[in-house]
Structures are given as C-alpha cells and as structure tokens.
C-alpha cells in the first residue's frame, strides 16, 4: 500500500474519528489541542469505572505513561483490552521507559498484555524495551547503541508490532520494511510534549488506516513534521512556536501535503 499523507489527512477530516486517550497530565491539553487541529476528536478519559465504555465509542486508543500511578495503569490496561476486544488499534506511548523500573515493566506489562498496533517512542525509550543499550534522563532519550532505523526493525520484529521511532530522522517499521521520515525542525524539540502529540497523531491516522499501520504512522510523522516547519517560520522562539503548532496543524492541505512529505524506503 502506498504512502498517501494527504488522502489520509483528507479521509481523517471528512470522518472526524474519536481519539481516546489514557495520557499524562503534562500534555493532556495539548494533545487534545493537536488533535482538534489536525481533525479529530480527541477524548481523554482515564477513570477505570468508564474507560471499556468509553474506548467503544473511538476509533483509536493512545495510551502515555508520562504520569504514571497504580490506577491509571490498571485504566489503561482495561481499556486496552477492550480496544482489542474490538479490534481497535492501540498506541503506545512508553513515556521514559528505562529511566525508571516502575515505568519500564509498566510498559512491558502493557505490551504483553494489550495487542498494540503502534508502539512509538524516542530511540532510548525503544531501545530499552528491546534489550538494547540506551541512556534515559528523566523522559528523555540521551543515546543509544546502534542506527534508529535497524532499532525499528527489531523491536518491530521483536515485539510484533509497529515500531515508529522519533528524533531528528524518524524510523517506522513493521520488521521487514523501513520508513524513513525527515521532515521536522529542531523547535519540535524545544517544547514540552511534542513527542506525546506526534502519538496523539498517530492515533487519529492509524483510526482512519487501521489495516495499514506502518503507512498510517508513518504519514503522522510526515504531516506533524511539515507543521513544524510551517510553524517555525517567523517564530522567534519555543514559545511562538508552540503557539504556531496549533494553526499550522489546522491549516494543512490534504491536496499538497504528499508534495511535501519526505518518506521513503531505509
């Protein structure tokens, strides 16, 4: 299946999916916000008394371990199952795995235990939950042993799954093929929670391409970097920028945005 940004963004619009997501109180507005800017609806219920009702109602599930305590995790592991119940795709976001043990077998324990679509983290949170070497400051990805690329490939293998793994080049795979997204710009990295919104992202293109993953994560990476580009220009900082985010998300144009993308094969 071909990589198609703008019919996926355009699909999204028409359709308007509903996006829940178990996330963390850091970015759960601007989550929300790139959400309602990119098209969808997002809906961020975590309470474990309405979270199998609720996720039946969406298209998609993004679950961020970013703030994590003992009953949002059992939430979360509820609504995964019911998500995969329904065959409804989950993310994963393993927020700061490996920096912690609580986090790193709360990810682990999600990932056995909830068929996840798309695990999407930096190389540090990917890596550690592969076995490979990597540094985790806080929540965020230091270094790590080996090339981004061939590190999506085996955890995808590994873990059965899509891996979409971000930085200044992204990596998605499926274990056999590799996507390969450059667009972005360094601003993304100066603002809290751009990591979480590249998921939320990924949520609401995987809710209208859930029999195409790897395409669907992929065309997210795609589309949020070319808002940062947009966004970047004539911003004089993180602050402008992150404001900037919001309208250049909501004014993407399904008809040139796969003019603009750059995916291709790794």
């Not at 305590?69 to 059992?74: F, K, L, N």
């Not at 899509?162 to 710009?185: E, F, Q, Y």
Request: glycine share 12%; net charge negative; hydrophobic share 50%.
């Amino acid at each position: 299946m071909a990589v198609s940004a703008g019919r996926t963004l355009g699909e999204l619009r028409q359709r308007k999916p509903l996006v829940h997501q178990i996330t963390n109180y850091v970015v759960m507005n601007e989550t929300a916000n790139a959400t309602l800017a990119i098209g969808a609806l997002p809906v961020m219920a975590h309470a474990g008394e309405e979270v199998e009702e609720m996720v039946q109602l969406a298209s998609a599930l993004v679950l961020n371990i970013g703030t994590l305590s003992a009953p949002w995790i059992e939430a979360m592991l509820l609504a995964g199952k019911a998500a995969g119940a329904r065959g409804i795709p989950v993310v994963l976001d393993p927020v700061g795995a490996g920096a912690t043990r609580f986090r790193t077998e709360t990810a682990k324990r999600i990932l056995a235990e909830v068929d996840v679509a798309v695990l999407r983290g930096n190389p540090g949170e990917v890596a550690t939950l592969v076995g490979v070497a990597a540094e985790v400051r806080g929540v965020e990805s230091i270094g790590t042993a080996g090339e981004a690329g061939e590190l999506a490939r085996a955890a995808a293998t590994n873990l059965g799954l899509v891996a979409s793994v971000t930085g200044p080049v992204d990596h998605v795979s499926d274990g056999s093929r590799v996507l390969r997204v450059t667009n972005g710009h360094r601003l993304l990295a100066a603002v809290t929670g751009t990591g979480c919104m590249s998921s939320a992202l990924t949520g609401c293109f995987v809710a209208v391409k859930p029999q195409q993953p790897l395409e669907a994560a992929a065309e997210a990476l795609g589309a949020f970097g070319v808002a940062g580009e947009d966004a970047a220009e004539g911003a004089r900082g993180p602050g402008s920028f992150h404001v900037a985010l919001y309208d250049a998300l909501w004014n993407l144009d399904p008809a040139t945005l796969d003019a603009r993308v750059r995916i291709e094969e790794a």
